[in-house]
């Protein structure tokens, strides 16, 4: 509260609201329901997955992936979205995430010692979402209980890759040039706490991020509310994005000796489903990525041969329980 008090880039009606909140948990003792609605209403989401951790109520057990949803693409006003400021700002492609890019503050779990704001970017850089969100998960693992069900893997991976695409649509990067730094979700987020996947699970998994994408994609669509304000992501693009990315694994798993090892069947396995996607029609405006791609693909697996019918997502982005095994065995 006393972060979003001190910061007059907001409205007035959100720092006074904040204000009689602050002095109603200084004179009271509140309840973990109370404050798990006070999250809500402030659209302090990371709270409320922390809150919804420490519960035992089934309801807001079941709130774990709203509160994800809401974290990255929220729904409603929040203090932080464009329209709540009293001033512009200036790196409007931060607005597609409020929490954030906007909230000014380098941690999203603050002590009373930490409140400082931090300037508000003139610009948006390409690696600016990666940052704040490799952060972000880094604070929730240290405060989520080790193997929550709310560190559902396929419901993670999917909303982050979803959302990346967003970001790298926004700042106008057109795909078809894999590389290490378009890979940082499963380098710098699947690789570590809490779910620590090796590469062979990370390939696993990404085939079936692939191999599924429409139903996901369909499934996050239609959770996201129709006023949301986020650019449209179609089928084709996300399906070039996501295959850059697998690709970008692919080369690192190249370059860490996988065709030496028994990494190479999972990459195999990965590499062909990569190839049936590109090699599909995807529109002729992106035809010269898929071209990229399918060219890189060829360079790497250059003698395809028949790989095993591909894992399957069922239920929407909840993956079933034998991918999760897969994905964290290999």
């Given at each position: 509260?006393?972060?979003?008090?001190?910061?007059?880039?907001?409205?007035?009606?959100?720092?006074?609201?904040?204000?009689?909140?602050?002095?109603?948990?200084?004179?009271?003792?509140?309840?973990?329901?109370?404050?798990?609605?006070?999250?809500?209403?402030?659209?302090?989401?990371?709270?409320?997955?922390?809150?919804?951790?420490?519960?035992?109520?089934?309801?807001?057990?079941?709130?774990?992936?709203?509160?994800?949803?809401?974290?990255?693409?929220?729904?409603?006003?929040?203090?932080?979205?464009?329209?709540?400021?009293?001033?512009?700002?200036?790196?409007?492609?931060?607005?597609?995430?409020?929490?954030?890019?906007?909230?000014?503050?380098?941690?999203?779990?603050?002590?009373?010692?930490?409140?400082?704001?931090?300037?508000?970017?003139?610009?948006?850089?390409p690696e600016d979402f990666q940052v704040r969100v490799v952060r972000l998960l880094a604070e929730l693992s240290e405060a989520l209980k080790a193997g929550s069900p709310l560190w559902e893997i396929g419901s993670v991976v999917t909303l982050l890759e979803y959302c990346s695409c967003i970001w790298r649509k926004a700042?106008?990067?057109?795909?078809?040039?894999?590389?290490?730094?378009?890979?940082?979700?499963?380098?710098?987020?699947?690789?570590?706490?809490?779910?620590?996947?090796?590469?062979?699970?990370?390939?696993?998994?990404?085939?079936?991020?692939?191999?599924?994408?429409?139903?996901?994609?369909?499934?996050?669509?239609?959770?996201?509310?129709?006023?949301?304000?986020?650019?449209?992501?179609?089928?084709?693009?996300?399906?070039?994005?996501?295959?850059e990315v697998a690709l970008g694994l692919a080369q690192k798993a190249v370059e860490d000796g996988a065709r030496l090892s028994s990494t190479r069947p999972v990459l195999e396995a990965l590499l062909s489903d990569v190839r049936t996607v590109l090699e599909k029609p995807l529109g002729e405006e992106w035809g010269t990525?898929?071209?990229?791609?399918?060219?890189?693909?060829?360079?790497?697996?250059?003698?395809?041969?028949?790989?095993?019918?591909?894992?399957?997502?069922?239920?929407?982005?909840?993956?079933?329980?034998?991918?999760?095994?897969?994905?964290?065995?290999?």
């Amino acid at each position: 509260m006393d972060l979003l008090i001190l910061d007059r880039q907001i409205s007035e009606r959100w720092r006074t609201a904040a204000r009689q909140k602050r002095q109603s948990l200084e004179d009271s003792i509140w309840k973990l329901q109370d404050l798990y609605q006070l999250a809500v209403d402030f659209s302090f989401s990371h709270l409320v997955l922390i809150i919804a951790d420490l519960s035992s109520t089934v309801q807001e057990r079941d709130e774990g992936f709203a509160a994800w949803l809401q974290t990255f693409l929220p729904s409603q006003a929040t203090p932080y979205s464009i329209g709540e400021l009293q001033s512009p700002l200036q790196a409007t492609a931060h607005g597609l995430f409020p929490l954030l890019m906007v909230r000014r503050s380098a941690n999203f779990l603050l002590q009373s010692s930490e409140l400082q704001l931090q300037p508000p970017a003139d610009v948006a850089q390409p690696e600016d979402f990666q940052v704040r969100v490799v952060r972000l998960l880094a604070e929730l693992s240290e405060a989520l209980k080790a193997g929550s069900p709310l560190w559902e893997i396929g419901s993670v991976v999917t909303l982050l890759e979803y959302c990346s695409c967003i970001w790298r649509k926004a700042l106008k990067q057109v795909p078809g040039k894999p590389c290490a730094e378009k890979c940082w979700v499963p380098l710098q987020v699947l690789s570590r706490k809490p779910f620590q996947m090796p590469m062979a699970g990370l390939l696993k998994l990404y085939a079936a991020v692939l191999s599924n994408l429409t139903n996901w994609a369909g499934d996050l669509r239609r959770r996201l509310q129709t006023d949301n304000a986020i650019p449209s992501v179609k089928d084709p693009e996300l399906s070039l994005h996501i295959a850059e990315v697998a690709l970008g694994l692919a080369q690192k798993a190249v370059e860490d000796g996988a065709r030496l090892s028994s990494t190479r069947p999972v990459l195999e396995a990965l590499l062909s489903d990569v190839r049936t996607v590109l090699e599909k029609p995807l529109g002729e405006e992106w035809g010269t990525p898929r071209r990229q791609l399918l060219e890189i693909v060829q360079r790497l697996d250059p003698a395809p041969t028949s790989s095993p019918a591909p894992l399957r997502l069922r239920g929407g982005l909840r993956p079933t329980p034998p991918l999760i095994g897969l994905a964290t065995r290999a």
